[in-house]
């Protein structure tokens, strides 16, 4: 049974520079999450994606917009790439929006590095 | 305020010690208590999770949470150098959406 996948692993792009994010859930799951994750510190919570919607967001700006495809996968996308930006990007699957239990499961991440 | 905080550490101890690790937040409207795991270059991967106050017990993971002080724990018994790792606190909000703690490194030495 696949995990969550994620792609690329590692990437580095430069300033105003624009990067796509690629997930695909562990399979039965249908609802997908993204995190910001910098260096030293815990994961935050940037958008949630569901039945094609985004349902809902965190303290982020419009430069972060996403999607999610009817296969349930998600893309994320970054617009002008800030160096602030650079992160472990990490999606997290999860069956349905019904409870609160926490369950989600994580993919390994991609990390971006901004110069 | 942070909504959880959490000590970084790091926490270095001996092989067979008993491990704690702390967790407080901010608001009381929260149910879902959580405990994720993260190796190096690794995600997070959930070790346990508790509903409203009270323990949770599995294998040498014991997990606490106390709402009238706002007050998370794991406690590791006989810890194993293959502990070692960040240890986030997480609680749920709505649909799932987690708020973590910055992590706490625990390096536990043979």
């Known amino acids: 049974d696949a995990g969550v996948t994620q792609s690329p692993t590692h990437l580095i792009k430069t300033r105003g520079q624009q990067v796509t994010l690629r997930c695909s859930p562990k399979?039965?799951?249908?609802?997908v999450s993204w995190y910001q994750q910098a260096l030293g510190q815990g994961p935050q919570f940037i958008f949630q994606?569901?039945?094609?919607?985004?349902?809902q967001r965190g303290n982020f700006p419009d430069r972060f917009s996403g999607h999610q495809f009817p296969n349930y996968s998600s893309e994320l996308n970054v617009n002008a790439l800030l160096l602030g930006d650079s992160a472990l990007y990490l999606c997290?699957?999860?069956?349905?929006?019904?409870?609160?239990?926490?369950?989600?499961?994580f993919g390994e991440g991609s990390r971006l590095t901004v110069l | 305020q942070k909504e959880v905080e959490q000590d970084p550490g790091p926490l270095s101890v001996p092989e067979g010690a008993i491990v704690s690790l702390n967790c407080t937040y901010s608001?009381?409207?929260?149910?879902?208590f959580m405990w994720y795991r993260q190796y190096s270059r690794k995600g997070p991967e959930l070790l346990m999770y508790?509903?409203?106050?009270g323990n949770k017990e599995d294998g040498r993971f014991t997990a606490q949470v106390d709402k009238s002080s706002k007050y998370i724990s794991l406690f590791i018994r006989d810890s194993q150098p293959s502990d070692s790792a960040t240890y986030l606190c997480?609680?749920?909000?709505?649909?799932?959406?987690?708020?973590f703690g910055g992590g706490t490194r625990l390096m536990v030495k043979p």
């Open positions: 994606y569901y039945e094609e919607e985004e349902r």
């Open positions: 997480a609680i749920a909000g709505a649909g799932n959406m987690l708020t």
């Open positions: 508790t509903y409203s106050s």
């Open positions: 399979s039965g799951h249908d609802t």
């Open positions: 608001n009381s409207a929260f149910q879902y």
């Open positions: 997290a699957s999860s069956r349905g929006l019904a409870g609160d239990t926490g369950e989600l499961f």
